[in-house]
């Protein structure tokens, strides 16, 4: 089965970047590398994907090591609202439609 | 914005009731799915559905579940006989396809079900 290494836990300033580190050593060649994001209460959200080159979009951007076996969510500028769980759920296995979410990392914003 | 919508927000039920979860996929999404999520533990899969069929299911989504799309817009989620560890919530998600660009799954804010 695909899976995904996080850190447990990250702290980060207010107004300040975020680096948030995925390791997918497992993930095959042709799937997209997904990001979500799960605020308290909330259902998954959407952050940002890509397959092999780096992705920005008017949330975070998306580096993406040569081997795609890592890849690093970046929040240029951290706010409260972004203090979450992020997870980068890969697909189960070849052919699977279901993402595997792990525990994510709870991401803290301090003010 | 499209979004998936979900109804009702929060469902109290009987152990041993039926519940019917609701879900309203993005209008051009092919692929829905239904995943759970017990208090404080991770968000797990439960089934995917593609023209009409179920395409994938996990070992929780045994006989008491079953997924429909009745009409057009709806994609439901059918508990026959709720226990008390169906307690969750459940996410509903769709996506445009599967395999390429489009297949990012997009959620809806979640059911939570409350099994007495």
């Known amino acids: 089965d695909a899976k995904t290494t996080q850190p447990n ?45 780096n992705v ?4 975070a951007s998306l580096a993406i090591a040569e081997d795609r076996k890592s890849s690093t969510l970046i929040l240029h500028r951290a706010t409260l609202r972004d203090a979450a769980v992020y997870y ?5 296995g070849a052919g699977s439609y279901q993402l595997t979410f792990g525990k994510g990392t709870k991401l803290s914003v301090i003010p | 914005e499209p979004e998936v919508t979900q109804t009702p927000s929060h469902q109290v039920t009987q152990m041993g009731q039926e519940v019917i979860l609701r879900c309203v996929p993005i209008s ?9 999520q017990i208090l404080g533990q991770k968000v797990e899969f439960l089934v995917s559905f593609y023209n009409n069929e179920i395409s994938e299911k996990s070992e929780i989504f045994d006989d008491q579940f079953s997924v429909e799309r009745p009409d057009g817009s709806n994609f439901t989620l059918k508990i026959r006989s709720t226990k008390l560890e169906d307690s969750a919530m459940y996410f509903c998600a769709s996506s445009e396809g599967l395999g390429s660009f489009t297949d990012t799954q997009y959620f809806g804010p979640g059911t939570r079900l409350t099994v007495l």
Not at chain 1, 24 to 31: A, N, R, V
Not at chain 1, 88 to 92: D, G, I, K, L
């Open chain 1, 9 to 53: 836990s990250m702290e980060s300033n207010e107004e300040e970047p975020v680096h948030l580190p995925c390791n997918h050593s497992t993930i095959s060649g042709t799937d997209y590398i997904h990001w979500y994001r799960q605020l308290p209460s909330q259902g998954p959200e959407y952050v940002i994907h890509g397959l092999t080159s």
């Open chain 2, 28 to 36: 051009n999404h092919l692929y829905f799915y239904w995943y759970r």
């Open chain 1, 56 to 59: 920005n979009n008017r949330m």
């Open chain 1, 88 to 92: 980068c759920p890969p697909r189960s």
